[in-house]
């Protein structure tokens, strides 16, 4: 899927953010704006995540974020693992515990 010239303002929800994605979904995200996004409500042990975009596999490039928020990853929220790329993107004012934040998930017992 790819994202590009676009802009996305004041998306408010109470769980999650702009763009969500199934975790199956490789995205591409370029030359966008995203302002004053926000997901508020606690959502499982994490909270909300990811004010502006949460994806497992992307590549966001040229975009810009600014005063999105989220109790985790305000700007945005990765699964891990996954394949992904950020550059040539502006972070301002986004609120959280962390700008971008990256979700570790760990191997089952079984497989370690």
């Known amino acids: 899927m790819t994202i590009e010239n676009s802009r996305f303002e004041k998306c408010a929800f109470d769980y999650r953010c ?3 994605l199934p975790v199956s979904t490789t995205v591409k995200i370029d030359h966008c ?3 004053e996004n926000g997901s ?8 909300s995540t990811g004010g ?3 994806i ?4 966001i490039s040229n975009t810009s974020f600014y005063k999105n928020s989220a109790k985790v990853g ?3 929220y990765m699964y ?3 394949e992904n790329t950020i550059e040539n993107c ?3 004012d986004n609120v959280s515990y962390d700008g971008i934040y990256h979700r570790i998930e760990s191997e089952p017992a079984d497989k370690l």
Not at 56 to 59: I, L, M, P, R, Y
């Open 56 to 59: 497992k596999n992307g590549n």
């Open 18 to 20: 702009a763009v969500f």
């Open 33 to 35: 704006a995203f302002t």
């Open 80 to 82: 891990s693992p996954g």
């Open 40 to 47: 508020h409500k606690n959502y499982g042990e994490t909270g």
């Open 90 to 92: 502006t972070f301002i």
């Open 52 to 54: 502006a975009v949460s």
């Open 74 to 76: 305000a700007s945005i």
